[in-house]
């Protein structure tokens, strides 16, 4: 009896552990979704940060690295935050760059997309340029030359990563932040199935210098950038009336007006999500200037902004600097400071209850919904272009629809003429029947036409 009761506290003990009521608020943190885990990494809480200030955050490892739960139903107001386990001895916080020279940058990846790439600054070159976390098992790994062949790798947490179908995470060089700069500007592309990278240069490489921007992968393998601010701080002009595309699958660049009575005034430190319809780019705003917009869609298949029908309570305080993911038939968006506050970030949204997790049911793109209740076994709408499909798939799908077009249209085409040949012979045999020719034979053969006549109504002479 004694042994089992010490079982069941041990058991307790544990449950506890893992799971810990609520983290520290933080901006510029990381959110990778993984299977069916929201992992949130980094961040920060104060503006004037300094050594001891980030040796503190370090102190609470759980608080550093952790995951949401999304595998069950849950309201925003008991959020299932869950601690990886042995986190606090594993996690390799001295290995990461410091906030204080930019943070890193995060996305999946791996031969199973079940791997975390932590990419870390240039501040710090003795520290490995990449880390590793194996959501499978926990194990971390450390990633130097010449383990990874080609470009080193450089990131921020104020960039965006986007990881592709086939397992590339394509990363904007930004602008440097040490001195003097050694680079200016790029693609990192970063091939994380056989860890490989490249840097590469395009024309249009300087309009995109930026960070705190926002990139949407579309399901055609084409990465839509808009927003974000420049090296001296302050937003990029038009930086959403001119979106930025990136191809890739041939590595091109383009610029793309778009139109519309509703396009978002220059902003930064926003989120992008893809829509479930796999053309809607829903943009979660934080213009300071507009207090009861929040939302914005571009439709990208004519690059139209428009304000979308929403319903439910919306948030009462916008996030700054916060992360938003697809999970199910939700838009997430986790943490942020709020805006207008000066010099000082804003986290006052505790103060009236709301939570760390906003959730927006982006299921009906004619009727978003605000809710606190998440439903991972909600029913998903049909979607006329999965966002999930490779680009590879996509691009052979449509192959494959116009072969299937060209050999019906010609299937049709032999059809139609071999119906019109049929009905043009039978029409002339008709025809022939029908007309009378005198043949020479001693007028044996002709009739009359009181003898047709008469044959034709069944008399006879």
Known sequence: ???????????????????????????????????????????????????????????????????????????????????????????????????????????????????????????????????????????????????????????????????????????????????????????????????????????????????????????????????????????????????????????????????GDHIPNDAYGISSVLGLDGFRIIVFDVDVDIDNKMLYVLDTTNFTWYEPNVSGTKPTKKRFDHTANVIGRYMVIAFGSGVGSGTNFNFTYRNISESDVLLLDIGDPSNYVWTTYFDPDAVMPSQSSPPQASSTQYNNKNKIRIIIGVVFGVLGIICITSLSIFIFIKRRKKLLNETTFPIPDNGENVKSDLEISSRASGSSY
């Open 1 to 259: 009896m004694f042994n089992f009761r010490l079982l069941l506290l041990l058991q307790i003990l544990t449950i506890v552990k893992s799971q810990f009521l609520k983290p520290s608020v933080r901006v510029l943190h990381s959110s990778i979704l993984v299977d069916k885990k929201l992992y949130i990494f980094g961040g920060f809480r104060d503006i004037s940060l300094s050594d001891t200030i980030e040796s503190i955050y370090n102190q609470i490892p759980d608080d550093r690295f952790f995951y949401l739960d999304v595998s069950n139903s849950f309201y925003t107001s008991n959020l299932p935050w869950t601690a990886i386990p042995d986190n606090e001895k594993n996690l390799p916080l001295n290995n990461f760059s410091s906030v204080l020279s930019g943070g890193v940058a995060a996305s999946y990846g791996g031969k199973k997309n079940d791997t975390i790439y932590f990419i870390n600054n240039e501040h710090d070159k003795t520290l490995p340029p990449v880390l590793t976390f194996n959501t499978s098992d926990h194990s971390w790994n450390s990633l130097f030359q010449p383990n990874i062949t080609g470009d080193i790798p450089i990131g921020s947490n104020q960039m965006k990563p986007i990881t592709d179908y086939n397992g590339k995470i394509y990363l904007l060089a930004g602008f440097s932040f040490t001195t003097p700069q050694n680079r200016n500007g790029g693609m990192f592309i970063f091939d994380t199935t056989n860890s490989s990278c490249v840097l590469k240069y395009d024309r249009f490489i300087t309009n995109m210098l930026r960070v705190e921007y926002s990139a949407t992968l579309l399901p055609n393998g084409t990465i839509v950038y808009m927003g974000g601010k420049g090296s001296d701080g302050k937003p990029i002009v038009d930086g959403f009336r001119m979106v930025y595309l990136y191809n890739t699958i041939d590595n091109d660049w383009k610029s793309q007006n778009t139109s």
